[in-house]
């Protein structure tokens, strides 16, 4: 029936990341929540001009939707949680059209890193909610490590990360930095109890990462629910699971039956 739709503008991308923590905890399930930090808020201002501020360390985008009947008592708890935690202003959408150039502003952020760096490379990892103020934290240690710049934009609201590693594929160094860092992020996803993936999937670039975060006996269980599916192993054959780059290796372990 209705939404309301937010920006909350922070000092910084950890009292942005504890906000989110915070709504949840509050039981408020917006439709969206959704982070950008510092870095790219600058690269959209200057391709859309939306109005971001430049001197922000993070924005916050929320929008509650549903009934109309007590939306506007969730807006007044979704501000108050923001406010908690150093908000330094919550501005809401007072037209249709201010919404829609908010999403839009959103939507085409990975557009507008051109403006900051020729190649980058973005993931897909995910984290609890809880943990995502300790997680900026590591991809900003991260970034200081390799000298790399790493923005962040993501979907805040389920923890599903999308660090943006910049570099220059024309140095090979900055490549295997990029690298590196992208291993260490994902790997700490891992070790906080999440995911390497939340919407992308595995392809080839992180079947590694398959055997760090299950056991042989689940990845025994997965091929052979693959198998019912497709038992010649014709669909995608050399993807997902580990050394499916190096042989079609769909047979499971020989003490475990369909």
């Not at 982070?35 to 929008?63: C, R």
């Not at 959103?106 to 403006?115: E, N, Q, Y």
Request: aromatic content about 6%; overall charge neutral; glycine content about 8%.
């Amino acid at each position: 029936q209705a939404y309301k739709t937010m920006l909350g503008v922070f000092e910084n991308v950890e009292d942005a990341s504890q906000a989110v923590s915070d709504i949840i905890a509050a039981g408020i399930v917006p439709g969206a929540l959704e982070m950008m930090d510092q870095l790219i808020t600058q690269a959209v201002e200057a391709a859309y001009h939306f109005g971001f501020p430049l001197d922000a360390g993070a924005v916050l985008i929320v929008e509650l939707d549903g009934l109309a009947a007590g939306l506007e008592q969730q807006a007044e708890r979704v501000i108050a949680v923001c406010k908690k935690n150093r908000a330094r202003e919550v501005r809401l959408a007072k037209t249709e059209q201010e919404r829609a150039d908010l999403w839009k502003s959103r939507k085409r952020a990975f557009g507008a890193i051109g403006r900051l760096s020729p190649n980058f490379l973005t993931q897909d990892g995910v984290v609890p909610r809880s943990k995502l103020p300790e997680m900026m934290q590591f991809i900003q240690a991260c970034s200081r490590k390799y000298g790399l710049r790493i923005p962040n934009v993501f979907h805040a609201g389920d923890g599903n990360l999308h660090p943006l590693i910049l570099y220059d594929e024309r140095d090979p160094e900055q490549v295997r930095r990029t690298l590196e860092a992208s291993n260490d992020i994902l790997t700490k996803c891992v070790e906080m109890g999440g995911s390497v993936t939340g919407e992308h999937g595995i392809g080839v670039e992180k079947i590694d990462f398959m055997e760090k975060q299950f056991s042989r006996d689940d990845l025994d269980a997965m091929r052979l629910l693959r198998r019912v599916f497709d038992p010649e192993g014709r669909c995608n054959p050399h993807k997902i699971f580990p050394g499916s780059k190096r042989c079609m290796d769909f047979a499971p372990r020989k003490q475990i039956s369909a």
